[in-house]
Nanobody, 120 residues
Framework: EVQLVESGGGLVQPGGSLRLSCAASGITFSNYAMGWFRQAPGKERAFVAAIRWIDGSPDYADSVKGRFTISRDSSKNTLYLQMNSLKPEDTAVYYC?????????????WGPGTQVTVSS
C-alpha cells in the first residue's frame, strides 16, 4: 500500500520561499504521476502541480506557474515542491498524492497534509 508523508510547511512572509517534501513508500510502476494539491479555509481542494513519474514532465496550475517548481527524486521516492515569491493567497494545507492515470485526475492515495501560512 502507498503511504505518503509531507513535510516542510510553516509560516513565511510574503515574497519568501518554502520547499515541501513528500516521502512515498509502496510506489510501483503502476504509479503514473504524483502531484500537489492545496486546500484553503472555506475552499475546495485545488490542483497545484504534478509530475509524470517516468520522465519528470511537469504540469502547473496557472496561479503558481513561474513561482513553483515540482521535482522528484526517483531513487528516494520523494516528491518536492519549491515555492518562491509566496503570496498570502498561497496559504493552505498542501497535500501530495499519487495518480494512476493522468496528471490532474485519477489521484488515489493522499498524504495527511502540511500547513503553509504566508503572512507578515
Amino acid at each position: 500500500e502507498v503511504q505518503l508523508v509531507e513535510s516542510g510547511g510553516g509560516l513565511v512572509q510574503p515574497g519568501g520561499s518554502l520547499r515541501l517534501s513528500c516521502a512515498a513508500s509502496g510506489i510501483t510502476f503502476s504509479n503514473y504521476a504524483m502531484g500537489w494539491f492545496r486546500q484553503a479555509p472555506g475552499k475546495e481542494r485545488a490542483f497545484v502541480a504534478a509530475i509524470r513519474w517516468i520522465d519528470g514532465s511537469p504540469d502547473y496550475a496557472d496561479s503558481v506557474k513561474g513561482r513553483f517548481t515540482i521535482s522528484r527524486d526517483s531513487s528516494k521516492n520523494t516528491l518536492y515542491l519549491q515555492m518562491n515569491s509566496l503570496k498570502p493567497e498561497d496559504t493552505a494545507v498542501y497535500y501530495c498524492a499519487t495518480s494512476r492515470s493522468a496528471l490532474r485526475t485519477g489521484y488515489v492515495y493522499w498524504g495527511p497534509g502540511t500547513q503553509v501560512t504566508v503572512s507578515s
